[in-house]
């Protein structure tokens, strides 16, 4: 509590790929030369305005940034507290902020010259984004995914295949997002040479955590304007759920130097932290090493991993993205966490007083919201990342409430 | 000390004109018991070396083989804990057969490096080979191994060019294990020409000896890749051995008693002189 903070929470990861004692390269050597080829066309990449200028030009064009910054005003109603505010990241083409950074990574595919893509998913966002890049640059695509995930996520798994991505079932483990990321690493460590690896999520070995928070920090940096034009001053506080991290960092980075702009990153709950099934990391877990970096994981004193659980596939990951870790440790970011239950009610809430359905990652941070803005004052500025629609999830909450679609 | 273990072991194998064979059984695979059984007759068997695996819940390089008989051991028990006992009742028995610990960082890192550096010496564990540890994290563990004088073994692979290859090379003791493939363990073999060539590249910067593993299944492999490498690595034949006779509901002893049979066959391919390169 009493150490000393850094000068700017920023600047990190240093040259090793380190965020505090968090991330690194714990990669197998087979992907090494890769992954240190990646960082030095990241790093040319970075400077040179071509890219900057495609980039921008796809997000625009193609992904329709930027994405509005919209008050819910009857959610604030409702609540009766702080003035509630969704970035509307589930506007962007394919549904969810994935495809920032999708549209990122593929370039660098491009530069790098890597005919082949490989992607794992979990609610399938991921994947629909991969595979949508990957059509737009005509480069064949394979998606891992659990075959649990499969089996709650359906019209993501078809549009996947729509949009001529193959889909490969991953059946070891729990099936889930962590094992689609264990056959995905399979596979690129076996294709190394020809294939571009596109994580998802702000995790894996560096330099992966940075590009990926750097690709999705354009969320921040256009939330950070529109509510300067908006409200002639900074939001009060951010609220965005986390399974990795992604949208989170994505959100929180442009911010991390403004002191009075407060931070809460959602974890997810599942049956309850008590009961041992969830998806929270830092509330539940220790730091321990696993998918090329160090952050916090569920796991057992053995050093095993358990299987996270949440209602939400997207959330399903028993790690979290390096920077969280670390800023949990340096205490910039308050980690907290929603039910399944939670986040459901949260799910109804919102469609039926905004009119927005959001997907069911979101529907965490508003399940924290609806637990943080009452207790605020009315001129009090909440900014919520909407990271994701929830049209993938119509048929799960369907049968979470008893209703039959055909 | 422990890590001239394997220096001794390379020097007979030189001295009798030969290879080494290095056989690899995940621990506690399919129970505790029957894999010390099975742990305790390889040298018997012919393996001159052992590579005992530690079990993992996420095992991302290995490929079906090794990743079911991780989870079968991990169902059945086992641990770090129960995988160094295994070594400690190994080495009441025979005091001069390299044991190799192979596996992923995290177990090691939770058990907390200090104490499995000690831990491991104590039980008689010769060497480390930790997938996920390349050369940028050498101050996680392969450093205070080191210094400690336990081993520890790097793989090289087909895609560490000879830019990279001084710094894989760098801090490694014991012996050099070259992966065969890009890829993961037991999948398709590699060709012999393309390994015989790695294996040069290797000795142009290496005096150590060369290992080199995945994909190499059957006695024919193991005499070919014997020709030109200083050991030969076979593991997820042995570990389909096992998981067969296991399947099979084989008796311990019965299981036991396959795969020194299987490995007898394998070694046989390693005990023929060597012809000159």
């Known amino acids: 509590m009493t150490a000393t903070p850094p000068n700017s929470f920023r600047s990190g990861p240093d040259a090793q790929g380190h965020f505090g004692i968090f991330g690194g390269r714990f990669a197998a050597e087979t992907l090494m030369p890769l992954i240190l080829e990646l960082e030095q066309a990241y790093i040319k990449a970075k400077a040179d305005p071509a890219f900057h200028a495609e980039l921008d030009d796809l997000l625009t064009h193609y992904a329709g940034r930027p994405s509005p910054l919209y008050f819910a005003e009857r959610l604030t109603e409702h609540f009766g507290g702080a003035k509630i505010y969704f970035k509307r990241d589930e506007l962007n083409h394919t549904g969810s902020h994935k495809i920032n950074n999708c549209l990122g990574q593929i370039l660098l595919a ?13 609610a399938g966002q991921h994947g629909v984004a991969t595979a949508t890049v990957a059509a737009r640059f005509g480069l064949p695509c394979v998606i891992y995914m659990g075959a649990a995930d499969i089996e709650r996520q359906q019209p993501n798994v078809f549009r996947m295949k729509l949009l001529g991505a193959e889909v490969i079932p991953v059946t070891s483990g729990t099936a889930t997002l962590k094992d689609a990321m264990n056959e995905a690493l399979r596979d690129w460590v076996t294709n190394v040479r020809d294939t571009f690896y596109i994580i998802g999520t702000a995790a894996g070995p560096h330099p992966y955590p940075m590009l990926v928070r750097d690709f999705q920090s354009v969320i921040g940096r256009e939330a950070r304007e529109q509510m300067l034009q908006r409200e002639g001053r900074l939001p009060d506080s951010l609220v965005a759920c986390i399974g990795g991290g992604s949208n989170a960092i994505g959100l929180f980075h442009p911010f991390l130097d403004d002191p009075d702009v407060a931070m809460y990153g959602v974890e997810a709950a599942g049956k309850g932290l008590e009961t041992g099934l969830h998806a929270a990391s830092i509330a539940g877990g220790q730091p321990g090493v696993l998918h090329g970096n160090r952050t916090y994981l569920l796991q057992n004193d053995d050093g095993q991993i358990i299987d996270a659980h949440s209602i939400s596939a997207g959330l399903d ?3 979290i993205g390096p920077e969280h870790a670390w800023l949990h440790e340096a205490g910039r970011v308050k980690y907290v966490s929603a039910r399944d239950d939670e986040a459901l009610a949260a799910f109804q809430l919102c469609t039926r007083l905004e009119g927005i359905i959001p997907a069911l990652e979101p529907a965490h941070a508003l399940a924290y919201v609806a637990k943080l803005a009452p207790g605020l004052p009315r001129d009090h500025l909440l900014c919520m990342n909407m990271c994701g629609r929830g049209d993938k999830d119509i048929f799960a909450v369907a049968r979470m409430l008893g209703e039959q679609l055909s | 000390m422990s890590a001239s273990r394997i220096d001794a072991r390379f020097a007979s194998l030189r001295a009798e004109g030969r290879a080494g064979m290095v056989a690899f059984i995940t621990a506690g695979d399919p129970v505790h018991e029957t894999s010390f059984e099975i742990l305790r007759g390889l040298p018997a068997a012919g393996a001159d070396i052992i590579e005992l695996g530690m079990p993992f819940s996420d095992p991302m390089a290995d ?29 009441m028995q025979d005091k001069d057969t390299p044991v190799i610990l192979m596996g992923y960082y995290n177990p090691i890192y939770r058990y907390g490096v200090a104490q499995f550096i000690a831990d491991a010496l104590a039980a008689g564990v010769d060497g480390l080979i930790v997938v996920d540890l390349p050369p940028e994290e050498d101050s996680e563990l392969c450093l205070p191994a080191l210094k400690s004088g336990l081993g520890f073994i790097r793989l090289a692979t087909p895609t560490t060019d000879d830019r990279r290859l001084p710094a894989v090379l760098n801090n490694t003791s014991g012996f050099v294990y070259y992966v065969s493939i890009t890829g993961i363990t037991g999948a398709a073999s590699a060709d012999a020409t393309a390994v015989a060539q790695a294996v040069t590249r290797i000795r142009r910067h290496s005096a150590l000896p060369v290992a080199v593993g995945f994909g190499i299944k059957t006695a024919a492999q193991v005499a070919e890749v014997a020709r030109f490498a200083d050991a030969v690595v076979v593991g997820s034949a042995i570990v ?7 399947k099979a509901g084989k008796t311990s002893a019965e299981i036991a008693a396959g795969v020194h049979e299987f490995v007898a066959g394998l070694a046989a391919g390693v005990r023929r002189k060597r012809e000159t390169a």
């Open chain 1, 110 to 122: 491009r530069r790098m010259k890597k005919g082949r893509i490989i992607a794992e998913t979990g």
């Open chain 1, 317 to 319: 990951y028993p790690g």
């Open chain 2, 63 to 91: 490929g079906p083989s090794i990743q079911a008989a991780g989870l079968q051991a991990l169902q059945n028990g086992a641990s770090q804990q129960r995988t160094l006992e295994l070594v400690r009742r190994f080495r």
């Open chain 2, 240 to 246: 389909d051995c096992i998981a067969a006779a296991r």
